[in-house]
């Protein structure tokens, strides 16, 4: 349960500009769509989903280090990451299972004989996007698990896209098409009362001896 006078008072040291762009973005901030990067070999294709997740307001983001461990690349997430919550997992089956017991249909990313084009896809349903390698795309594991099967359309001779614009095309699709639906999309007031307090530790310097005062004035 989040102290709503200590995130107040946390709050007061921000300026009003910070302020009003913090609580501007947490309503846009959506728990709806998630996002799964399955062992992504280049790192910064990991991390431009990142920043693409921010871009589009998905909280949430879940990186597979089955096979290759990760670390973020803060120049091209430019920031990113202090912004969106990252999840890691050792194995894919761990992260399939968290967001299954979740309530998450799985959605992988391919382009399956079966799979649906973003013209078709219902955003009513909270839904896990999951992208795989570059190379080699999604594994067995998820293709098996998948609920559906998505992918962008193509006219031109290039059959694939690299994974961080593929995601970009998805999200802003995706998003855009949530927002303008009925669904109940957005962060509860809880939860975003504790994104304004995680965001305003991150900021403010000494934030540990601000709250320590505040408790020892507050007795």
Same mark, same amino acid.
């Given at each position: 349960?989040?102290?709503?006078?200590?995130?107040?008072?946390?709050?007061?040291?921000?300026?009003?500009?910070?302020?009003?762009?913090?609580?501007?973005?947490?309503?846009?901030?959506?728990n709806?769509? #998630?996002v799964?990067? !399955?062992d992504? $070999? =280049?790192?910064?294709? +990991? *991390?431009?989903?990142?920043? /693409?997740?921010?871009?589009?307001?998905?909280q949430?983001?879940?990186?597979?280090?089955?096979?290759n461990?990760?670390?973020?690349?803060?120049?091209?997430?430019?920031?990113?990451?202090k912004?969106?919550?990252?999840?890691?997992?050792?194995?894919?089956?761990?992260?399939? #299972?968290?967001?299954? !017991?979740?309530? $998450? =249909?799985?959605?992988? +990313? *391919?382009?399956?004989?079966? /799979?649906?084009?973003?013209?078709?896809?219902?955003?009513?349903?909270?839904?896990?996007?999951?992208?795989?390698?570059?190379?080699?795309?999604?594994?067995?594991t998820?293709?098996?698990?998948?609920?559906?099967?998505?992918?962008?359309?193509?006219?031109?001779?290039?059959?694939?896209?690299?994974?961080?614009?593929?995601?970009?095309?998805?999200?802003?699709?995706?998003?855009?098409?949530?927002?303008?639906?009925?669904?109940?999309?957005?962060?509860?007031?809880?939860?975003?009362?504790?994104?304004?307090?995680?965001?305003?530790?991150?900021?403010?310097?000494?934030?540990?001896?601000?709250?320590?005062?505040?408790?020892?004035?507050?007795?």
């Amino acid at each position: 349960m989040v102290d709503i006078k200590l995130l107040e008072y946390l709050e007061s040291f921000l300026t009003p500009r910070r302020l009003a762009l913090y609580k501007k973005v947490v309503d846009k901030r959506t728990n709806h769509f #998630t996002v799964a990067v !399955e062992d992504v $070999y =280049q790192l910064h294709n +990991t *991390s431009a989903v990142i920043r /693409s997740c921010d871009v589009f307001g998905v909280q949430n983001v879940h990186v597979i280090e089955e096979i290759n461990a990760k670390r973020i690349d803060r120049e091209i997430a430019m920031g990113a990451q202090k912004w969106v919550d990252i999840n890691r997992y050792a194995t894919t089956k761990e992260c399939l #299972t968290t967001l299954q !017991e979740k309530g $998450y =249909q799985i959605v992988a +990313t *391919s382009p399956h004989d079966d /799979s649906k084009t973003l013209q078709d896809f219902d955003v009513t349903r909270p839904s896990a996007f999951f992208f795989g390698q570059e190379q080699q795309g999604l594994s067995d594991t998820v293709l098996e698990a998948a609920d559906c099967k998505l992918h962008i359309p193509m006219v031109g001779f290039t059959e694939s896209l690299n994974i961080s614009v593929s995601a970009a095309i998805i999200l802003q699709d995706v998003t855009a098409k949530l927002r303008a639906s009925g669904v109940d999309w957005q962060l509860s007031e809880k939860e975003k009362l504790e994104k304004r307090m995680q965001w305003a530790k991150k900021v403010i310097k000494s934030h540990e001896k601000i709250i320590e005062r505040y408790h020892e004035d507050h007795k």
